[in-house]
């Protein structure tokens, strides 16, 4: 542990602000990864807005105290694993948002969770269409710093795809205002998608300009179940090469099993995968387009297809499977990949991880984003059993190699972190890492600002 005096710290911000009772320090060590390697810091300060961030990073800065920034801990990579004797910097109580319904653009403080923005927005008509499925418990700035994914995604794009500008509070404590409310921009470097994807390694987003959409037209919702893996894939092709979902996920059996098991719903126990696909086309398109679909997953084998135009029973399959990861956590602790490929390669991943499973004797189920070709393994293991969890691990890495030699990414969504930067020389090379670190070196010198996740 570093010994450093914190009277100074606490001497510059709000009464209140940072906290070092070990009980409550406690519960700011780990994200939703629980990575066993997470340190215990000195204190979290809880900012209060930019000010207080600002102040933090430039007493950090001058006593070269390592800070991790800090969301709503929904993270699935360790990003936000506290660093023994650092600062974790949360921005919980950062909440205020504002909507210009002219210019269809939100400016948001980065501790308001991603429901909150949406049900904010939707009082005005409009929509933010990035969902992760933890989306009522991850906030915005996080959602930012990972540049999150979703169900949406496969045709309304990612986070960076609405970020139009920032603030942003670098190492130093130096506050930089990028981009704004303009859907048109080409003035200098892109530097606001520079810290999309950031993961806290960068600076620290204090402030978001999101562009914002009109309201999503109703759905149609499409289920099928498949008696393989193979068939399952083999429609998702058909569904993307047809046309652009407004949804389009996919659960192995075990994924269906562990959800029924908590649901009840009578999703069909035998199947090996289940697909959830939805059309918001306008008008009677959608009916038109889920047609189209049911017909695809019909030729591709399915074995019983449900097609319907009630949102509320559209809505519960889509519950169910945005509460996949819970349910299968519910069997035991979880590893958690994220990984993707470009969609022609999906049915190898898919039945190589299951293969990876079977070799190495550990249960991996298999839920996806399979629209995007962004699966997400969820290694079932107990780190009571060293040989289990040896092997457990042992899988987490194959299955990022296997998606690397299939031209594919070790995160889709969910970031580097630390679970995962041992792989990621692998995906990107020695060049690409060099400059990587060249970046992170000339915005934090002294290398503050989370140190681990990523480099
Ligand atoms: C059940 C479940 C389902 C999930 N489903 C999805 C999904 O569908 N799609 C998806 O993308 N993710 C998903 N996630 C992962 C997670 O919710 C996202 O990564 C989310 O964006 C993290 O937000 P957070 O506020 O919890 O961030 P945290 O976990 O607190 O932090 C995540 C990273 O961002 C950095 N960070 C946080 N705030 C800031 C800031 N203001 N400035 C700079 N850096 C910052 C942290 O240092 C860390 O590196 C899921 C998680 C769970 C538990």
New binding site residues.
Partial sequence: MICVDLHDLISRLPDGAVLTDPDLLAGYRQ??ARDPSAGTPLAVVRATGTDDVAATLRWAHEHQVAV??????????G??TAVDGGIVLS?ERMRAITVDPVTRTAVVQ??L??AEVKRTVAEHGLWYPP????FE???????????????CCVKYG??TDYVLGME?VLADGTVVRLGGPRLKDSAGLSLTKM?VG????L????ELTLRLLPAQPPQSTVVATFPTLTAATEAILGITGTLRPAMLEFMDAVAINAVEDEMRMGLDREAAALLVARSDAPGEFARHEAEIMVGICEKAGATEVFHTEDPEEGEAFTAAR?FA??AVEKIGPLLLEDVGVPLPRLADLVNGIAAIGARNDVLVSVIA?AGDGNT?PLIVHDPTDAAMTERAHRAFGEIMDLAIQLGGTITG???V?RLKKAWLPDQLGPDVMALTRRIKDALDPHGIL?PG?IL
């Fill in positions: 994200d939703w991790v920034p800090r969301g709503a801990g929904s993270g699935l990579s990003g936000a921005t980065p501790g969770l991603n969902d992760p499925s933890s418990i991850c906030s915005i700035g996080g959602n930012a710093a990972t540049n999150a994914g979703g169900l990612v986070t942003v810290f950031s993961e806290g390694t600076g620290v987003i204090t945005r990861i819970p984003h997400h969504e969910h970031g972190g989370n996740a």
